[in-house]
């Protein structure tokens, strides 16, 4: 028999406790092993004997614009621990938030500065010169376009979560209407803000399902604030949707103009620094994993790359879920981490 | 023993008015959906965001040229000479991580000629001495 008073006081210290504070994430541990302006490169510590573990290392490449933990939420919820309790040698490329010196920064520098060489540091550290890359959402724009350029210089396998690659398809992309050149000038936001303010991208990725987002997202927690379990997964969630991360202006400019508005990577005209992109030229074993309850990149933005790469040993995955419910969401450990696992673990040595 | 410890769910007086809560919410949330998929939006939001940045923009001139007069006052550095060493730094790093790519590759060509330059360190000596210590006891 429980007081109702007690209860409606716990569940009010939880509600406060949930709004006030930060939940401890990112708890897998491991060690810093390369660093570069504000990215940083981690390794995982193996858990899993050498003998036993995949010799392949495999590096996580997640978006610009948000921070990483989200692969590593909390301890019995994350992909990091279940890859690293699954024999993987796992990278997590970090990269932090650029600040006001790091405006030009341009999809560029990050796929030929800043990604070669972590890689080149994984490869020193981990002794093997073939490895896999996992990009999910703007980290897989920048490991689609890696793989195009340098994806000869040793890499085996490619997983794309969520890819917004192919633009075409301007009617069911909300963000390419919203930023269309008629209603959004892209010069005069970077030349107020310099870098794209991380609240802005937070506003706009909300605002694609504004009742969900502004209120059913409560609606959900004040429902469940007599379930810990719930209330947990809650903090840890609105821990990482609020910890937002402006995105270099040099990169936004890119995303919005050369991607959102001309479609140039999947057209082959998207140039870095003086190469064209030619996604024919990857021929690591693909996965591409399509949410096809993803209102941020909808499916039709990951399907193309499958026809254009010359990978003979490709898949394509749809999982039900949204962009971020696919790999963080309650049933990610049920279906898409063993998926992603049992793809690569034959692959990896 | 009530309904509630054989697992049953216990009566809740609110649970009408959830559903119909819920109802709205879906509802209204797909109207929502479809209002910003719409081309009015996209131009609404376009327009309210130009206009904010144009209205603020002559007091962030403003407030930029203040205080950078007042950093040169005080010979404290601005916001650019800030920038200006962070980006050197950066060079700076590159330039380091390019020397540890060459030693590295250095490292590998003289291991791969049978040449061992990486003793194992003391400490970890140490620490398989204790280790077999304490096996013993």
Same mark, same amino acid.
């Given at each position: 028999m429980t007081d109702p008073v007690t209860d409606a006081v716990e569940q009010l210290k939880r509600l406060t406790k949930v709004m006030t504070t930060k939940a401890a994430i990112a708890q897998t541990p491991k060690e810093l092993i390369w660093t570069l302006n504000k990215a940083k490169l981690y390794r995982y510590i193996p858990v899993v004997p050498k003998e036993k573990r995949h010799p392949v290392p495999l590096l996580l490449v997640f978006a610009l614009m948000n921070r990483p933990y989200i692969l590593d939420l909390r301890p019995g919820h994350s992909f990091v621990e279940y890859m690293v309790n699954q024999g993987y040698d796992l990278y997590l490329l970090d990269w932090g938030a650029p600040g006001p010196e790091d405006k030009n920064l341009k999809f560029d520098d990050y796929t030929l500065d800043y990604m070669p060489r972590a890689i080149r540091k994984m490869k020193a550290v981990s002794g093997s010169e073939e490895f896999s890359l996992l990009g999910w959402c703007i980290g897989a724009i920048l490991t689609t376009i890696y793989a195009s350029l340098r994806g000869a210089e040793g890499l085996k396998n490619l997983i794309l979560l969520?890819?917004?690659?192919?633009?075409?398809?301007k009617e069911g992309i909300t963000f390419a209407r919203w930023t269309d050149e008629r209603y959004f000038d892209v010069e005069k936001v970077l030349g107020t803000f310099g870098n794209m303010p991380g609240e802005m991208i937070d506003y706009g990725a909300k605002a694609l399902k504004p009742v969900e987002n502004y209120i059913g997202n409560f609606v959900k927690l004040w429902d469940n604030l007599d379930d810990p379990r719930v209330v947990e997964a809650w903090h840890a969630m609105n821990t990482w949707v609020t910890d937002n991360v402006p995105l270099a202006g040099g990169v936004f400019r890119q995303l919005i103009v050369d991607l959102y508005r001309n479609d140039r990577l999947m057209r082959g005209e998207l140039v870095i620094r003086g190469e064209r992109v030619d996604v024919s030229r990857i021929k690591a074993n693909l996965l591409t994993v399509i949410a096809e309850g993803d209102h941020i990149t909808p499916g039709c933005q990951s399907e193309s790359i499958m026809s254009k790469v010359s990978s003979e040993d490709k898949e394509l995955f749809r999982i039900s879920g949204g962009h971020i419910g696919i790999m963080a969401g309650s049933g990610a450990a049920k279906f898409t981490w063993p998926h992603i696992n049992g793809w690569l673990a034959p692959r990896s040595r | 023993m009530g309904d509630e410890a054989k697992g049953a769910k216990p009566f809740d007086p609110m649970e009408p008015w959830r559903g119909m809560r819920d109802v709205y919410l879906d509802a209204w949330s797909k109207t929502m959906v479809d209002m910003v998929n719409t081309e009015a939006y996209a131009q609404a939001t376009g327009t309210m965001l130009d206009t904010y940045l144009t209205a603020s923009a002559p007091f962030r001139e403003a407030v930029e040229k203040a205080m950078l007069k007042t950093l040169e006052q005080l010979a404290m550095p601005t916001r650019a000479d800030v920038v200006s060493i962070a980006e050197r730094m950066t060079n700076i790093e590159m330039r380091l991580d390019d020397l540890d790519a060459k030693l590295d590759s250095i490292r590998n060509q003289i291991a791969s000629v049978?040449?061992?330059?990486? *003793?194992? *360190?003391k400490t970890s000596k140490a620490v398989v001495k204790k280790t077999a210590k304490k096996g013993k006891k």
């Amino acid at each position: 028999m429980t007081d109702p008073v007690t209860d409606a006081v716990e569940q009010l210290k939880r509600l406060t406790k949930v709004m006030t504070t930060k939940a401890a994430i990112a708890q897998t541990p491991k060690e810093l092993i390369w660093t570069l302006n504000k990215a940083k490169l981690y390794r995982y510590i193996p858990v899993v004997p050498k003998e036993k573990r995949h010799p392949v290392p495999l590096l996580l490449v997640f978006a610009l614009m948000n921070r990483p933990y989200i692969l590593d939420l909390r301890p019995g919820h994350s992909f990091v621990e279940y890859m690293v309790n699954q024999g993987y040698d796992l990278y997590l490329l970090d990269w932090g938030a650029p600040g006001p010196e790091d405006k030009n920064l341009k999809f560029d520098d990050y796929t030929l500065d800043y990604m070669p060489r972590a890689i080149r540091k994984m490869k020193a550290v981990s002794g093997s010169e073939e490895f896999s890359l996992l990009g999910w959402c703007i980290g897989a724009i920048l490991t689609t376009i890696y793989a195009s350029l340098r994806g000869a210089e040793g890499l085996k396998n490619l997983i794309l979560l969520t890819a917004p690659l192919d633009f075409s398809n301007k009617e069911g992309i909300t963000f390419a209407r919203w930023t269309d050149e008629r209603y959004f000038d892209v010069e005069k936001v970077l030349g107020t803000f310099g870098n794209m303010p991380g609240e802005m991208i937070d506003y706009g990725a909300k605002a694609l399902k504004p009742v969900e987002n502004y209120i059913g997202n409560f609606v959900k927690l004040w429902d469940n604030l007599d379930d810990p379990r719930v209330v947990e997964a809650w903090h840890a969630m609105n821990t990482w949707v609020t910890d937002n991360v402006p995105l270099a202006g040099g990169v936004f400019r890119q995303l919005i103009v050369d991607l959102y508005r001309n479609d140039r990577l999947m057209r082959g005209e998207l140039v870095i620094r003086g190469e064209r992109v030619d996604v024919s030229r990857i021929k690591a074993n693909l996965l591409t994993v399509i949410a096809e309850g993803d209102h941020i990149t909808p499916g039709c933005q990951s399907e193309s790359i499958m026809s254009k790469v010359s990978s003979e040993d490709k898949e394509l995955f749809r999982i039900s879920g949204g962009h971020i419910g696919i790999m963080a969401g309650s049933g990610a450990a049920k279906f898409t981490w063993p998926h992603i696992n049992g793809w690569l673990a034959p692959r990896s040595r | 023993m009530g309904d509630e410890a054989k697992g049953a769910k216990p009566f809740d007086p609110m649970e009408p008015w959830r559903g119909m809560r819920d109802v709205y919410l879906d509802a209204w949330s797909k109207t929502m959906v479809d209002m910003v998929n719409t081309e009015a939006y996209a131009q609404a939001t376009g327009t309210m965001l130009d206009t904010y940045l144009t209205a603020s923009a002559p007091f962030r001139e403003a407030v930029e040229k203040a205080m950078l007069k007042t950093l040169e006052q005080l010979a404290m550095p601005t916001r650019a000479d800030v920038v200006s060493i962070a980006e050197r730094m950066t060079n700076i790093e590159m330039r380091l991580d390019d020397l540890d790519a060459k030693l590295d590759s250095i490292r590998n060509q003289i291991a791969s000629v049978g040449v061992n330059l990486r *003793p194992e *360190p003391k400490t970890s000596k140490a620490v398989v001495k204790k280790t077999a210590k304490k096996g013993k006891k």
